[in-house]
């Protein structure tokens, strides 16, 4: 039943095959068993109860609110939930319970979905493996899949546990796990897509100003968006439609021209050109990701779509560019922590300049520390130019890069979402943040810099049984349009359910009406 | 942001004083008068208790996003206009970083690469020549104005070695509006001061209370032998009101003649005016080399302002833009130009439209009696300025609060114009009206019998009476 989709699940709710009550604890249930994982922060047990019982009243009258009625989800602990904890995986927010929600949780809960718990991610979503978080770090829920575990050398899976990818590996592993149904997570450089594609998910980073930041508690404001996790790519949809439109509260969200609600019902795909953007043949893909790439590209002419070769010439310097502008926001956002508003107050009070200075590095990890200090660095009156126009001149090469090729005829870009499949914990800790943030974001940032949608789908297995997913790229607000080509992708490809050696038989084959 | 070029000390000793020329430019921070403030919709309240108007975003707590308040706009424009600025139809929003407990969010939103309105003017008027009675014309440049958040407040309570902080006052948005060194003394720069809050209160875009803190005003001071090059300046602050302000200046301008005349160096420091002393004091300077690491504001895209209706891009709601045609056509009669319409229409005396202008009311009040008597305005002046107002000064009453309306006071000229009464009399007259605002002119002058007689055969009488009654004065 949990690995139904939100379309299945939300038509047996709706039928009343199946009662909003016991989908709840049933996520509930999983949420304990899966505690190893480490995916949850803050577990909302009895909000969630009483917002099922509510929704199964609606359903139970024939009156649901919605497609998302009753359907559990978590929410990333980067974004503000009224009176539950919102932590951002860090000292410095612990024991903070904002007094508002953000507005994508809010448009959530309006249609009546179920909050079961807010999920771990690098600390204030600086990160790409969710490893860097004062809670401990994210497991991929793979770690402990029959295909990881059949293949491995090692008897104990806490030895050779795999990363859930970062940052919003919390809400990745949440819905891989089967603990719920749709995450929420957040997307800098690729935060939501980099898990979403090691955890084997489906997850979209939709166009900057569609959906609304309001209550996200920001990295980089001219980059971050909400990201949608899911396990399908018509449930991501789903959830799109929910969540885009403009917001006052936010003045970055655009009313985009024509907004489709859906995916439509005719879909030709020898209507559309595909791109494939040479630059994107790092040095450090994997054999595995570069023959899905192939496979996938090969699909697309098979079944009489355009593929061709294309350029975006500036992508080297993209994550340079990334990092620069990504420090000097970071820099920017966190001087607001003090400790005198809200959050950890140092107990030194000699001064205040002498508070501030304690409470911040006691309240900040040393990877927070080290981009403010880079980012103040980059806005120096002296440096100004040099760091931060510089990187804003190169962003707009990039993002114009980006806008040629979409007017020379492409509709989509194919390309692979992460380097290769989900890194041993203990390997991808030999290096620091910064390091594994410059690999592994390669394919994603460009993506934030130019403010395009982009959707990453689970393509297959690799030979260690873990997720190998690929990148579409779309044009700027194309959001349906990119799903569409995903929605076809996702078809052919056939990408496997997760399965637990501890999974009973019942719970597999309780597939309703599907 | 205003330039002074620095300079070396005189060596020459026998430069004296008198040579030596104060240079003057102003910044100056006027509170939007608004319901709410600049990014949040938190109330712009005065004297309220402490943090009781503190919206999310004011407190800075994370994932708030500030989003502008179309009337700080529009009081930006409308007071660029009246000030002779070019609006920018773009302008864009930084963030200007520092810590201090006042600013939770450890920077401010001001607008530092492209304020909304540049190059505007103002003329001000002040009194000077030898016996401060000539009405002597200046004009200062107004460099920019530019929006910006004000900061909270902060109160030190050294007994107990903590600090307060009240928030209500911060995101309130303000102006901050920059006069060139265009002045040269104190007297110019508090009579542009003066004219700023008159202009600003005329609009309504700022209530110009010094004493209240609407109305900040820091200046900007050097010394120099015209036609050298500019001197090293200071900036004073804590100028708390509009008196002190020439006095702060003054001081300064001394205090700097003083130092060069003895072969110091002025050193580019910030000082503090202290109203007790009459002096001013270099302040802490803890910051040192402030770098304000200035970027641009993320979350506000660029400000638009369009000239009119035509101008505004199809598929933008014209209800959602402002517009300057608009404005410029709801803007109200200017202190300067209605002086020189009172003198033109109605031939007073300069001096005396400045004190029309100057208080609340008292233009429509003068242009109300002269609408109602046959007394030519230049009388009326007369009785407004001295016996009304007079009046009021004596009991501390405000316009609104005289007992005698503009049309008693009209009455009253009426019948002093037909001859019914002396001058003298009609003073007399105006005294009982004002403790007895219910009785009318005529009822007034019966009953205290100072009618003029006219009629021969009584006038006759009165003085054969007066002849009668005083025989030895006759006889002498």
């Known amino acids: 039943m949990l690995s139904l989709s939100i379309g299945e699940v939300s038509a047996a709710l709706r039928k009343g095959r199946l009662s909003a009550t016991e989908l709840c604890r049933r996520c509930l249930n999983r949420i304990r068993k899966t ?101 401990g770090p994210v497991r991929n829920p793979w770690s402990y899949s029959v295909s990881y575990r059949e293949q491995s050398r090692e008897q104990d899976p806490d030895s050779d546990w795999v990363i859930a990818g970062g940052s919003s590996g919390g809400s990745a592993a949440a819905v891989a796990s089967l603990s719920s149904f749709m995450a929420l997570g957040s997307d800098t450089g690729g935060s939501t897509r980099n898990p979403g594609s090691l955890c084997g998910l489906v997850a979209l980073k939709p166009t900057y100003g569609l959906l609304s930041r309001h209550g996200l508690i920001p990295l980089v404001n001219s980059m971050d968006v909400p990201g949608i996790m899911t396990r399908t790519v018509h449930d991501a949809a789903t959830v ?89 926001e970071v820099a920017s956002n966190m001087a607001r922590f003090d400790g005198l508003q809200y959050g950890h107050r140092s107990k030194v009070d000699s001064s205040t300049e002498a508070l501030y200075a304690t409470t911040r590095h006691e309240g900040f990890n040393s990877v927070v520390r080290s981009r403010i200090l880079a980012g103040n660095y980059f806005l120096l009156k002296q440096n100004y130019d040099r760091y931060f126009v510089k990187a804003q001149q190169i962003r707009r090469l990039i993002t114009e890069d980006f806008r040629r090729v979409f007017q020379s005829g492409v509709d989509v870009l194919l390309t692979p ?90 719970e597999r084959e309780c597939k309703l009406g599907s | 942001i205003v330039t002074h070029l620095p300079s070396s000390p005189l060596h020459n000793e026998t430069q004296t004083l008198w040579v030596l020329r104060g240079v003057v430019g102003l910044e100056i921070h006027a509170q939007i008068h608004a319901t709410s403030k600049l990014f949040a919709c938190s109330r712009v309240a005065f004297c309220s208790p402490p943090n009781s108007s503190v919206a999310f975003l004011d407190a800075s707590l994370p994932g708030t996003l500030p989003v502008l308040n179309r009337r700080c706009v ?14 920018n139809r773009k302008s864009l929003f930084d963030r200007k970083h520092y810590f201090y407990a006042d600013m939770p969010a450890g920077y401010q939103i001001t607008q530092q690469r492209l304020p909304i309105a540049v190059n505007g003017s103002l003329i001000y008027s002040y009194f000077g020549g030898r016996k401060r009675n ?30 307060l902080i009240d928030l209500n006052r911060a995101g309130v948005g303000l102006m901050e509006l920059v006069m060139e060194a265009d002045m040269s003394c104190g007297d110019e720069a508090a009579a542009a001061v003066r004219e700023l809050q008159l202009i600003l209160q005329t609009l309504g875009t700022c ?86 690491r200035f970027m641009p504001e993320p979350n506000l895209p660029p400000l638009f302002v369009y000239e009119d209706e035509a101008s505004v891009p199809a598929g933008v709601n014209p ?118 605002p219910e009785k009318a002119v005529e009822q007034l002058v019966k009953e205290l019998d100072l009618g003029l007689v006219s009629d021969r055969e009584k006038l006759l009488k009165i003085c054969q009476k007066v002849v009668d009654t005083h025989p030895e004065q006759v006889s002498e």
């Not at chain 1, 076809?488 to 501890?502: G, N, S």
């Not at chain 2, 529009?74 to 070019?86: F, H």
């Open chain 2, 74 to 87: 529009e009081a930006a424009v409308i007071t660029g206009l009246a000030l002779n600025c070019t609006i």
């Open chain 2, 134 to 163: 000539q009405v002597l014309s200046r004009c200062v440049r107004i460099k920019q104005i530019q929006l910006e958040q004000d900061s909270g407040k902060s109160l030190h309570d050294d007994q107990r070695s903590q600090t």
């Open chain 2, 319 to 436: 209800t959602q833009v402002v517009m300057i045609d608009r404005l410029k056509a709801e803007l109200p009669e200017l202190p300067g130009v209605r002086r020189a319409r009172m003198v033109d229409q109605y031939k007073i005396l300069p001096e005396h439209s400045f004190t029309l202008v100057n208080e609340d009311g008292l233009t429509e009040y003068f242009e109300r009696v002269v609408r109602n008597t046959k007394a030519e305005p230049r009388k009326v002046i007369g009785w407004v300025m001295k016996e009304l107002l007079g009046n009021l000064n004596q009991q501390s009453l405000k316009l609104a609060q005289s007992p005698v309306s503009p049309e008693a006071l009209a009455d009253l000229l009426n019948v002093l114009e037909s001859g019914h009464i002396s001058s003298s009399a009609a003073k007399v007259v105006f005294q009982e009206m004002w403790k007895a």
């Open chain 2, 207 to 292: 209530q110009g209370n010094m004493s209240e803190g609407q109305l900040r005003v820091d200046a900007n001071v050097s010394v120099h032998c015209p036609g050298e090059p500019l001197g090293v300046r200071t900036e004073v602050k804590n100028i708390n009101s509009a008196r002190y302000v020439a006095r702060a200046i003054d001081y300064e301008i001394q205090r700097q003649k003083k130092v060069l005349e003895n072969g110091g160096i002025i050193v580019n420091e910030t000082r503090a005016f202290d109203s007790k002393s009459g002096t001013t004091i270099p302040m802490r300077d803890k910051e040192g080399l402030q770098d304000y």
């Open chain 1, 240 to 328: 799109l439609d929910v969540l885009q439109g403009r917001d006052e509260k936010d003045s970055t969200t655009v009313e985009s021209a024509y907004s489709p609600s859906s995916l439509p019902e005719e879909f030709d795909v020898r209507d559309i050109c595909v791109g494939v953007p040479k630059e994107y043949h790092a040095p450090g893909m994997s054999a595995e990701t570069l023959a899905q790439w192939g496979r996938v590209v090969a699909l697309f002419e098979r079944a009489g779509a355009r593929v061709k070769e294309v350029s975006l010439p500036h992508t080297q310097h993209s994550i340079v560019c990334y990092h620069v502008l990504c420090c000097c």
């Open chain 1, 35 to 135: 505690r190893h994982l480490n995916a949850y922060i803050t577990v909302t047990e009895d909000l969630a109860m009483k917002q099922a019982q509510e929704a199964e009243l609606r359903l139970t009258r024939g009156k649901p609110l919605g497609p998302l009625d009753g359907i559990p989800f978590s929410v990333k602990d980067n974004f503000c939930t009224e009176n539950i904890e919102t932590t951002c995986a860090s000292h410095m927010l612990r024991g903070y319970f904002p007094p508002f929600s953000a507005t994508v949780v809010q448009k959530l809960l309006d249609q009546g979905a179920v909050l079961v718990g807010k999920t771990n991610l690098d600390e204030f979503a600086m990160g790409s493996g969710s490893t860097d978080s004062v809670f």
């Open chain 1, 417 to 506: 979402t992460t380097l290769s499949d989900a890194a041993r914990y203990s390997d991808f800790i030999q290096e620091d943040n910064r390091t594994r943030s410059a690999q592994e974001d390669i394919f994603t940032q460009p993506v934030n810099v130019a403010g395009l949608p982009a959707v990453t789908v689970p393509t297959a297995l690799s030979s260690r049984g873990l997720p190998i997913s690929l990148q579409l790229i779309g044009q700027s607000f194309q959001d349906m349009k990119l799903l569409t080509v995903a929605n076809w992708m996702e078809q052919q490809l056939d990408f496997p359910i997760i399965r637990f050696h501890d999974d009973t038989d019942q």
